[in-house]
């Protein structure tokens, strides 16, 4: 019995890969070695720095498909060796602990997470409001508004609507509202097509640019979303429901990498964005703006 060629194929490229895993987790080893190097004497483990280090990860895992358990493993492994680098104990830290400590501080800044997003605030911090960019988004077609949303949903789609898992919609409309852009778009099944349609919604969610990209990405939970009112559904809330529950029932790693990249850090820019923009809200007054609403 003659072996499929493509077996050997795939398992050159996996010896390949190990060996370039390997290669950068001796080139990290090295970085370890000169941080302790330059480190303050006496400064031992630092859980903030890993919890920091691990949800960087996990949050790049997440883009490219890669199960968190399988991240969170790997960073196990490679703290686990610089601590033995430096000498350090590997019962400094409770399991517990280091748990907690992944997890972001809700009581702080809830959408900021440290490495993420640290460029992006900084930049967003001399941003305008979002209610800023309305006068601009109405002055573009509206033609061009409904060929990008139709284009990008239906390419993220894809695969769900062939398989017949929006089914559903075929001959109803679902609203989309963007409330601090001023966008709007109803769409549905016509025909198996995902598209853009001129008829009513009969359900439509609303919410802000950041909190829509949150809920895409599934950086937020939409129960959360909806019981705090930062998404509300209105018109046919069966209908809403279903489309919701659908959509939670798809695997994340289903839907295309692009767009999954695209969506992900797109709502952890924004998310960093209205942080920042709290966070200027909050400051001192040093001159006097107009009043804009909250994203």
Not at 120 to 149: I, K, N, W
Not at 155 to 179: C, H, Q, S, W
């Amino acid at each position: 019995m003659h072996a499929d060629p493509r077996l050997a194929l795939a398992r050159g490229l996996i010896d390949r890969l190990d060996a370039g895993i390997v290669a950068l987790a001796a080139a990290r080893r090295r970085a370890v070695a000169l941080a302790a190097q330059v480190k303050p004497q006496g400064l031992g483990r630092d859980p903030d720095r890993e919890a920091a280090v691990h949800r960087h990860a996990i949050g790049v895992a997440r883009d490219l498909g890669l199960p968190r358990p399988t991240a969170d493993g790997l960073l196990d492994v490679l703290i686990a060796d610089a601590c033995a680098l430096q000498g350090f104990s590997q019962q400094g830290l409770s399991q517990q602990g280091l748990a907690a400590a992944r997890t972001p501080n809700e009581h702080a800044h809830p959408e900021l997470r440290p490495m993420d997003t640290q460029w992006p605030y900084r930049f967003a911090s001399h941003l305008p409001h979002p209610s800023r960019l309305q006068p601009l988004l109405s002055r573009l077609p509206r033609r061009l508004h409904d060929a990008v949303f139709e284009h990008l949903a239906a390419a993220a789609m894809k695969a769900p609507t062939v398989t017949g898992e929006f089914a559903f919609l075929e001959g109803r409309t679902l609203g989309i509202t963007v409330t601090d852009l001023g966008l709007h778009w109803a769409f549905g099944l016509r025909g198996g097509r995902l598209v853009v349609v001129g008829d009513a919604p009969e359900a439509e969610v609303r919410g802000t640019a950041t909190d829509l990209l949150l809920l895409a990405s599934r950086s937020e939970d939409a129960d959360t979303l909806f019981f705090q009112r930062r998404l509300v559904l209105t018109g046919d809330t069966d209908l809403g429901l279903h489309a919701r529950n659908t959509l939670d029932r798809l695997e994340w790693e289903q839907l295309p990498l692009g767009p999954r990249i695209l969506v992900h850090r797109a709502a952890q820019h924004a998310a960093a964005a209205r942080a920042a923009w709290h966070a200027r809200r909050q400051a001192p007054v040093m001159r006097d703006e107009p009043a804009v609403p909250d994203q």
